[in-house]
């Protein structure tokens, strides 16, 4: 793998996460990346210096962790510092994800302790704002991993979809959490028992 191959594995990732049309799984990350073009890119020696690194697998894992910290990804950032300490958080979130899906599943029962209020309540949208679910997220108490493993058991972003009224922040929430969640691999039926279970203790 060259430097040429990382530039078209990250053309496929940048536009997953920014197109509208474009599907990574659906076009098999392939794009339109033209080698001349790269050639002319003042910022090609970072592509070539991410082919040293990893495998492709391992940069498209460094790409998605990459768009899902950050609203816009300029790869002098990517093989940056601040790059490769995104990845490092990411790796760790994901190898002990069913450990942070469980304390972030704590950090909702202490909420609904705090505010006395039931676990459904996290979910309910009133006049139009932002439920308690999207305002811990928002403000980073809980991890997008999490809002997507919940979506996936609980099915509540149709109901967001059709009762929040605001038109910015969760349109483009939901664009996020939909576009990383075919990347994101759990078992759901574990997932599913540690609720439960924490909802039963």
Known sequence: MDGFDVYKIYLA?????????YDYFKHNGKTTARLNTFTKRRDRYFFHKLSRSYSSSACVDYFVAGFIGSDTVWIGDVVGKSGQENYTRWQKRIESLSYVFEGDVNTLLEFIEEKKIKFDDLFKVKDGQHPPLVKLYIANKITIESMIILDDILNYTKQFNKQIKETVIWPKKYK???NYKPFLKY???KMKMIIKKKINE
């Open 187 to 189: 078992n759901t039926t």
């Open 13 to 21: 990732i940048k536009l997953h996460f920014t197109s509208e049309s």
């Open 176 to 178: 996020l959490l939909m």
